[in-house]
Each structure stands twice: as structure tokens, then as C-alpha cells.
């Protein structure tokens, strides 16, 4: 019984406490509930603001058409309304203007017989088809005018075209001529000069003979050799046949003189290329040979 009750107030205790925290847990949740109401509301509050402003504005856009739709129908019944006033008082006017005739016609015809108003519009008839017919014609003549002086005209060109072609042909036929001729004038003079040369030769070769023939064979030679830029050693060479009275002499002569130059340079050029190909390798050679300078030092260049 002691037992029972100590544990009772422990118990109660503990439901107590069970019980605040579930009192306490649902303030939270209310609060909770009422602060999302408030930004619901809020949010519903602005959607319903964004319904009434699209309905207000299809409102006026509806409006806006019907209006316009009113107004061409208003436009259109008020031209329809000018139109028929326009026909209504031409049809006035016509009518007008035809019961003026009827009564004009009417009085001419009090005046005069039927026979003459028979006779009038006969005439009238054949002096408007007498026009007609002459204004066709004289349409008739001008197309064929034109169509003529057209077919003149080109015509002129096709001549003038024609005309400048020929005189093209022409032109290009006379300096084909030309330089024809120039070739064939240039290839006659040169046959000409090679038929007097040969008889030259011919006439020179009966009086020098044999030894003349050949001197002249040379100096053809000497000239064909030598060319046109060749003057000046030409006449040094001739110069120096003469002197010396011969090839040989005349090589001699030249072999003294160029003899000295060509020694003095190429022993020049022999102890440049001994020189260049007897340095040693490590003078020229950087980095990776470094380890082939030890054959060069003092002490194995002394030996054998």
C-alpha cells in the first residue's frame, strides 16, 4: 500500500509534465498556422488584385473593339448614306437634264417636219462614221510610219555595225601585211648580205689562196667568239698579236703579266684553308665538348 502510493504522485507528476509539453506544442503549431494564414492571405489577397486587373483589362480591350466595330459600321452606313444621296441627286439631275431634252427635242420637232429630222440625223450619222473612219486611218498610217522608220533605223545600225567590222578586218589585214612585209624586207637583206659576203669570200679566196682562207676563217671566229661587249679585249688581243707577231708570243706575254697575281693569291687562299682545317676543335665548340679539351693541354701536346 506504501508503495502504491509513492509511485501514484510520481505518476501524476509525469502526466503533468506530458501534458504542458502537449499544450505547449500545439501554441507553437497554432501560431504556426496563423502566421502562414497571414502570408497566404497576403498571397491570395495579390492574385485576387491580378484577376480583377486582367478582367478589367479584357473588360476595356472588349470594350475598346466593340467600340471600334461600331464606328466602321458607323462609317460604312454614313459612305452607303453619301453614296445613295450622290446617286439620288444625280438621277435628279439626269432627270432634270433629260426632261430638258424631251422638251427641247419636243420643240424641235413642233418646228420641223419628221422628213427633215429624218434627213438631219442621216447626215449626222455619216459625218460621225466619215470621222471615225478617218481617224483609224490616220491612226492606220502613223503605226505603219512608225513601224517603218523602226525597221529603217535598225536597219542603219545593222549597216553601221557591219561597216565597222569590215574596216576592222581591213585595218587588221593591212598591218598583217605590214609586218609581213617587214619580215620578208629583213629575211631579203639578209640573204642579200649573206650572197655578197659569199661573193666576197668567193672573189678573196681566188686572190689570197689558201693561207688567206684560213686567216679569214679566224678572224670570223675571233668575232663570233669575242660578240659585240667584247671590243675592248679584242683589241687588246689584236694589239698584242701584233706586237708579238703570234698566239704563242702573245699568250707568253700575257702569262708573264697575270703569272705574279695568280701566285700571290692562291698561296693565300692554300694557307687559309691550312689554317682553318688545322685549329683545333674545342676553339669553336661550346658545352658538349668540353670534355675533349683535356687532350689539348700542355702536357699531351707533348707527348707523342
Known amino acids: 500500500m506504501s508503495s502504491l502510493v509513492l509511485v501514484c504522485p510520481a505518476l501524476s507528476w509525469t502526466n503533468q509534465d506530458k501534458t504542458g509539453q502537449r499544450l505547449e506544442r500545439g501554441k507553437r503549431e497554432r501560431e504556426k498556422e496563423a502566421r502562414e494564414g497571414e502570408r497566404g492571405k497576403g498571397e491570395r489577397e495579390r492574385r485576387k488584385e491580378e484577376r480583377k486587373k486582367q478582367v478589367r483589362w479584357e473588360r476595356e480591350r472588349k470594350h475598346m473593339r466593340r467600340k471600334s466595330e461600331k464606328e466602321e459600321k458607323r462609317e460604312s452606313k454614313r459612305g452607303e448614306r453619301e453614296g445613295e444621296r450622290r446617286e439620288r441627286e444625280q438621277e435628279k439631275e439626269e432627270g432634270k437634264r433629260g426632261k430638258e431634252e424631251k422638251e427641247k427635242e419636243k420643240r424641235r420637232a413642233s418646228e420641223k417636219g419628221k422628213g427633215e429630222r429624218a434627213y438631219e440625223e442621216k447626215v449626222r450619222r455619216r ?53 609581213k612585209n617587214k619580215r620578208n624586207e629583213k629575211g631579203r637583206q639578209e640573204k642579200k648580205r649573206a650572197r655578197e659576203e659569199k ?25 663570233k667568239f669575242w660578240g659585240a661587249s667584247g671590243d675592248f679585249w679584242q683589241k687588246q688581243w689584236t694589239r698584242l698579236h701584233t706586237k708579238y707577231e703570234g698566239h704563242d708570243q702573245a699568250l707568253f706575254y700575257l702569262g708573264t703579266m697575270l703569272a705574279p697575281t695568280l701566285v700571290f693569291w692562291g698561296t693565300n687562299a692554300l694557307l687559309l684553308i691550312v689554317d682553318i682545317t688545322a685549329k683545333p676543335s674545342f676553339i669553336t665548340s661550346t658545352g658538349s665538348n668540353r670534355t675533349r679539351t683535356a687532350r689539348w693541354t700542355r702536357r699531351s701536346c707533348a707527348r707523342p
Not at 163 to 170: A, L, Q, S, T, V
Not at 203 to 216: F, H, I, L, Q, T
Open 127 to 179: 459625218e460621225g462614221e466619215r470621222k471615225q473612219k478617218g481617224e483609224r486611218e490616220r491612226e492606220k498610217r502613223g503605226k505603219e510610219r512608225g513601224r517603218v522608220n523602226r525597221k529603217r533605223e535598225k536597219e542603219k545600225r545593222e549597216e553601221g555595225k557591219r561597216e565597222g567590222k569590215r574596216r576592222e578586218r581591213e585595218r587588221a589585214r593591212e598591218e598583217k601585211g605590214k609586218r
Open 199 to 223: 661573193r666576197e669570200r668567193e672573189s678573196k679566196k681566188g686572190e689570197m689562196g689558201v693561207k688567206g682562207e684560213r686567216k679569214e676563217k679566224r678572224e670570223r671566229r675571233e668575232q
